[in-house]
């Protein structure tokens, strides 16, 4: 069975820094990964998504995120973080057609 | 807005009662989804529907629970003799057959307090 962690439950950060949240994978094959962002009243939010290619992928919001199958990682990365950014951030991978299965969640704040 | 909606947002209900919620997908996906998020962890998966076919239930979603999706338009999710445990927020989504490897759009949850 597949799961997926993220090691740090809370991270704080001030606003203009770089920002960087962990996630590891289990499953064995290449798995499908995402990262969703969920801000306090909102729905779930799709930043970024890796099939395949190119490792290093592009969302939206200015966020990026890097697959490494030798460290079974997908790290989100923000070069400069923005008073928005803070919320709650979740990691999921599918090994199928329609089952996510997703991280604990990583609880971003950003102080002045 | 044409996004996922949920209805109602919040729903206090006393031990015992039965709840129903319901979930409008983005009009032309044929997937929809039930998730469960307690607080403090991401959301587990409860159940899938392609059109109107129901195809998988979680394990989690023990016999008080049911889900219908009669049209393969709207969904609705009941919780008959809902019990303190089941207090959470209750996402749905969906997702189009020729999306992208499953991409999930969601709604903005119905958030659940039993009493």
């Known amino acids: 069975a597949q799961s997926v962690t993220q090691p740090d439950i809370h991270i704080t950060v001030s606003e203009g820094a770089s920002l960087e949240l962990r996630c590891n994978y289990s499953?064995?094959?290449?798995?499908?990964l995402f990262w969703y962002v969920q801000s306090p009243g909102q729905g779930l939010q799709l930043l970024l998504k890796y099939f395949s290619g190119d490792t290093l992928v592009q969302g939206i919001k200015g966020f990026e995120a890097e697959f490494k199958r030798s460290q079974s990682s997908f790290n989100l990365r923000k070069p400069s973080v923005h008073w928005s950014d803070a919320a709650e951030y979740f990691c999921a991978e599918s090994s199928n057609d329609y089952k996510l299965s997703f991280g604990a969640g990583t609880t971003v704040t950003v102080r002045a | 807005d044409t996004g996922v909606s949920q209805d109602p947002r919040h729903k206090i209900t006393k031990r015992g009662q039965n709840v129903t919620f319901r979930c409008d997908p983005i009009s032309e996906h044929n997937r929809l989804y039930w998730y469960r998020q307690t607080l403090g962890q991401g959301p587990e998966f409860l159940t899938y529907f392609q059109n109107e076919a129901q195809l998988e239930k979680s394990r989690l979603l023990s016999d008080r629970f049911s889900a219908e999706r009669p049209k393969g338009s709207f969904s609705t999710l009941e919780i008959q003799r809902t019990e303190q445990g089941d207090s959470a927020m209750y996402l749905c989504a969906s997702s189009a057959d020729e999306s992208s490897y499953n991409e999930q759009f969601f709604g903005p949850g119905t958030r659940l307090t039993v009493l």
């Open positions: 499953y064995g094959a290449t798995p499908y």
